[in-house]
């Protein structure tokens, strides 16, 4: 009987047993939610993620350590692993967790703020658009443009495959016109006779391209007679725009002084000799024009007296301007008198020849003597007094400027051309102790006589050419 108790209770104690330790050893990690793969967009933040995870049953659960190995930049796209460690007393468990960093922000494309204009003929169109990516920085170079008809589609993707794309209209317009180009010089000066060399021109258009080969050439240059003449080139594009430019051709002749011509030029320069003139008398006798120097004894046109010979030799007058050029002159007119007998006596010594032809320093309607002459009004005196003593006065009234604000050759060109109109007596201030204004001179010529103006040196029967008195 006992016996037969213990072959029931052993097993049953066996199965208790048995069951205790099943118990026990069902007891392990529990992981809940755990993510074995991330995405995170880069540049934030990254916060630990280990799921949920105890140990123990689903009964009772204990809390464990969890520490965490590995490291992630987050300012760079790529694939990282997290190494989680839990433990519980002395059981642990590891987990590894992929974190990818990525890209998931479009470029932008920029267009400007602008119509877009393409060529009716539709040759070469490209338009302007910029592309900037957050991550990837400058895209420009990778938009790629499509044209379709009248509307351009621009694309663009980013290192991590994010897309922009913008489409904008096209306007089919060309209303820029050809731009010509002349061979050569603008303004051209052939000598009588000489040959006229049509150097042609060059025409590049906004849409056409070079269209050279469409530019009509007219007008006629005939050399052997003096004057203006003018070739036009014109050019019309595909859209219909014309442009013309045209070149003016002077064809002159030398200065014929005995000729009987209704316009004359009088070449005047005050203040020399000086280093440059030298240099105007070999430009006047290639065209044989005479001028007229208006003379000084100041130190700085000393070294030159041999000028005044040569210009006197070569059949220009010698004229009076001052001795001194200082305007203490006008203090009274025995100032004025005893400093212009002292230029008139050089003169005479150089030259052997007694000039009475005179021009004021300042010019007769100069206002600075009146720094000098105490209210007495000298101008008004000295005018009539020149006169009384057999001289003759010239001013000018055409004035080159390079006295004052001009100081380029070409400003000195126009200056005194653009002021020769059809009068019969032109008289021309210079200063041949300027450089650059002396340099005008060769092409004021050549202007001058193709336009049938003959140029004289003043004489004693020369026009009068007076200003009106200012003081
Ligand atoms: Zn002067």
């Given amino acids: 009987m006992k016996k037969k108790v213990l072959f029931i209770i052993l097993p049953v104690i066996l199965i208790l047993l048995i069951g205790v330790v099943v118990f026990l050893n069902l007891n392990s990690f529990q992981v809940k939610n755990f993510k074995d793969t991330l995405e995170i967009p880069y540049n934030t933040t990254f916060h630990a993620d280990t799921g949920t995870v105890c140990f123990g049953n689903k009964f009772k659960c204990h809390e464990v350590k969890v520490t965490k190995t590995g490291e992630i930049d987050t300012s760079k796209i790529g694939t990282y692993e997290i190494k989680y460690t839990y433990t519980y007393k ?135 007679t003096p004057g203006e003449y003018q070739i036009t080139y014109e050019v019309t594009d595909s859209a219909g725009n014309k442009t013309s430019l045209v070149r003016k051709i002077f064809v002159y002749a030398k200065n014929n002084y005995n000729a009987p011509s209704g316009k004359s030029i009088y070449l005047t320069f005050d203040d020399g000799p000086g280093p440059y003139t030298g240099k105007l008398l070999d430009v006047l006798k290639k065209y044989e024009v005479p001028a007229t120097f208006f003379v000084t004894n100041q130190s700085l046109t000393k070294n030159y007296d041999n000028m005044i010979l040569r210009a006197y030799n070569e059949g220009h007058t010698i004229g009076l301007h001052t001795n001194t050029h200082n305007y203490n002159i006008y203090q009274n007119s025995d100032t004025y008198f005893a400093d212009l007998y002292a230029i008139q006596a050089k003169v005479q010594r150089i030259t052997g020849y007694t000039s009475m032809i005179i021009r004021f ?103 009068t050419v007076h200003h009106r008195i200012n003081n």
Avoid at 122 to 133: I, M, S, V
Avoid at 426 to 445: C, P, R, T
Wanted: glycine content about 8%; overall charge negative; proline content about 3%.
């Fill in 90 to 224: 002395n059981k642990s468990l590891t987990k590894n967790q992929i974190i990818k960093v990525i890209d998931n922000i479009n470029p932008i494309i920029t267009l400007p703020d602008q119509e877009f204009i393409g060529c009716p003929n539709k040759q070469d169109l490209k338009f302007e658009a910029t592309a900037y990516d957050e991550y990837d920085g400058d895209l420009t170079a990778n938009i790629i443009e499509t044209i379709n008809d009248n509307k351009v589609t621009f694309k663009v993707s980013d290192s991590s495959g994010n897309t922009a794309e913008i489409t904008k209209d096209i306007t089919y317009l060309d209303n820029a016109s050809p731009i010509i180009t002349l061979n050569g010089e603008r303004t051209l000066y052939v000598n009588l006779n000489g040959k006229y060399q049509e150097q042609g021109a060059t025409a590049e258009d906004n849409c056409d391209g070079n269209i050279t080969n469409k530019i009509v050439t007219s007008g006629t240059v005939n050399t052997s």
């Fill in 361 to 463: 320093p300042g010019g007769s309607s100069n206002t600075i003597s009146m720094n000098y002459d105490h209210g007495t009004k000298i101008m008004s005196e000295l005018t009539k007094a020149v006169e009384a003593k057999g001289f003759r006065y010239f001013d000018w009234n055409i004035s080159s400027g390079d006295a004052g604000e001009t100081t380029s050759t070409a400003q000195v060109v126009k200056n005194i051309t653009s002021n020769l109109g059809n009068g019969s007596t032109y008289m021309v201030l210079q200063h041949d102790i300027k450089g650059f204004s002396v340099n005008a001179v060769e092409e004021v010529i050549k202007y001058a006589l193709a336009k049938g103006y003959t140029f004289r040196a003043i004489t004693m029967e020369t026009p």
